[in-house]
């Protein structure tokens, strides 16, 4: 039955290494995020290479990428001896907080009708476009210029990036509730036109179809090799990532029927709790620091996903 498992994982790691453009740098970032930040944060540089070329990335690559990554703000590189360490950089632990909040978190549930909006005055000394662009990573979509919204959002992420930005005392941020006389249609019409819903509901569909097999194969199998349970693990929180964080996690209020991203969220789940365990003991075998294997995941590792004990 482990060949199954096998065989799925091999046509995961070839679909992906032969995507184009290859962006190692990315995968190097959700490594960091979902395995090496939760085990102190940082890593040698050959160790990563080691992990790394088991994606089929040859070492000049993820070398290029690993250096890139510094010079776009997301690794800091420190030498000790003749060898290199990695972390993230302190922008990039907080996005990837912010970001980690939204993969590994619940479903958006119990909406209470209520809307965020924030009016971006003109001005703003040059910054509006920035302050956009960081609100709609958070989520919200642009009804008109100048005026973005939100129908369920944390606020405390929203005030900590305008703060960042240095307009807080600038922006209005304001809730407001629907009158009565407003329809459904008109609503969700509003909804359609902030956000991609069609072109993010095609991705989660792709999402389900890539990793059913994979958790089937998964649930059949009476051992995991760890080394297949990485790769597995891996690629399922990276394609996971790119979808989940374009997604505005929109109440089920204001998503069409047909919305699958609950679904792609729970197959995310499932089989991030059979194969974590012996990804980890990969890591702790082949990922060093400079004192030596990587320590323990804390705590906040096992809420993952609702609490990774529990996970059938």
Same mark, same amino acid.
């Given at each position: 039955?482990?060949?199954?498992?096998h065989?799925?994982i091999?046509?995961?790691?070839?679909?992906?290494?032969?995507?184009?453009?290859?962006?190692?740098?990315?995968?190097?970032?959700?490594?960091?995020?979902?395995?090496?930040?939760?085990?102190?944060?940082?890593?040698?540089?050959?160790?990563?290479?080691?992990?790394?070329?088991?994606?089929?990335l040859?070492?000049?690559?993820?070398?290029?990428?690993?250096?890139?990554?510094?010079?776009?703000?997301?690794?800091?590189?420190?030498?000790?001896?003749?060898?290199?360490?990695y972390?993230?950089?302190?922008?990039?632990?907080?996005?990837?907080?912010?970001?980690?909040?939204r993969?590994?978190?619940?479903?958006?549930?119990?909406?209470?009708?209520?809307?965020?909006?924030?009016?971006?005055?003109h001005?703003?000394?040059?910054?509006?476009?920035?302050?956009?662009?960081?609100?709609?990573?958070?989520?919200?979509?642009?009804?008109?210029?100048?005026?973005?919204?939100?129908?369920?959002?944390?606020?405390?992420?929203?005030?900590?990036?305008?703060?960042?930005?240095?307009?807080?005392?600038?922006?209005?941020?304001?809730?407001?509730k629907?009158?009565?006389?407003?329809?459904?249609?008109?609503?969700?019409?509003?909804?359609?036109?902030?956000?991609?819903?069609?072109?993010?509901?095609?991705?989660?569909?792709?999402f389900?179809?890539?990793?059913?097999?994979?958790? %089937?194969?998964?649930?059949?199998?009476?051992?995991?090799?760890?080394?297949l349970?990485?790769?597995?693990r891996?690629?399922?929180?990276?394609?996971?990532?790119?979808?989940?964080?374009?997604?505005?996690?929109?109440?089920?209020?204001?998503?069409?029927?047909?919305?699958?991203?609950?679904?792609?969220?729970?197959?995310?789940?499932?089989?991030?709790?059979?194969?974590?365990?012996?990804a980890?003991?990969?890591l702790?075998?082949?990922?060093?620091?400079?004192?030596?294997?990587?320590?323990?995941?804390?705590?906040?590792?096992? %809420?993952?996903?609702?609490?990774l004990?529990?996970?059938?």
């Amino acid at each position: 039955m482990s060949q199954s498992f096998h065989k799925a994982i091999d046509t995961l790691v070839a679909n992906f290494a032969n995507q184009r453009p290859i962006r190692t740098g990315s995968l190097i970032v959700t490594l960091f995020g979902d395995a090496i930040l939760p085990r102190g944060g940082t890593v040698s540089l050959a160790s990563l290479v080691r992990v790394l070329e088991t994606f089929g990335l040859s070492e000049r690559l993820i070398r290029t990428a690993a250096f890139r990554s510094t010079k776009n703000g997301w690794l800091t590189a420190t030498k000790i001896g003749r060898q290199s360490y990695y972390s993230l950089t302190e922008s990039g632990r907080r996005q990837f907080d912010e970001a980690s909040r939204r993969i590994y978190g619940d479903v958006p549930d119990n909406w209470d009708g209520a809307w965020t909006l924030i009016i971006l005055p003109h001005g703003l000394e040059g910054k509006r476009d920035a302050i956009r662009k960081d609100l709609i990573w958070l989520g919200f979509g642009q009804i008109t210029t100048g005026l973005l919204g939100h129908p369920s959002i944390d606020s405390t992420p929203t005030i900590r990036h305008l703060s960042d930005h240095g307009v807080l005392d600038q922006v209005i941020v304001m809730h407001a509730k629907l009158d009565r006389v407003t329809s459904n249609q008109s609503q969700n019409d509003l909804v359609r036109s902030c956000w991609p819903l069609d072109e993010i509901e095609d991705q989660y569909r792709l999402f389900l179809e890539t990793f059913r097999p994979i958790y %089937k194969a998964a649930r059949s199998s009476k051992t995991l090799p760890p080394h297949l349970c990485l790769l597995a693990r891996t690629i399922l929180i990276h394609e996971y990532r790119k979808i989940i964080l374009h997604d505005p996690l929109l109440p089920r209020e204001l998503l069409p029927s047909s919305w699958c991203g609950a679904l792609a969220y729970q197959l995310c789940r499932n089989l991030y709790g059979v194969i974590y365990q012996n990804a980890d003991q990969y890591l702790t075998t082949h990922l060093e620091s400079s004192e030596g294997p990587l320590t323990n995941p804390g705590r906040n590792f096992e %809420k993952r996903f609702g609490g990774l004990p529990h996970i059938s």
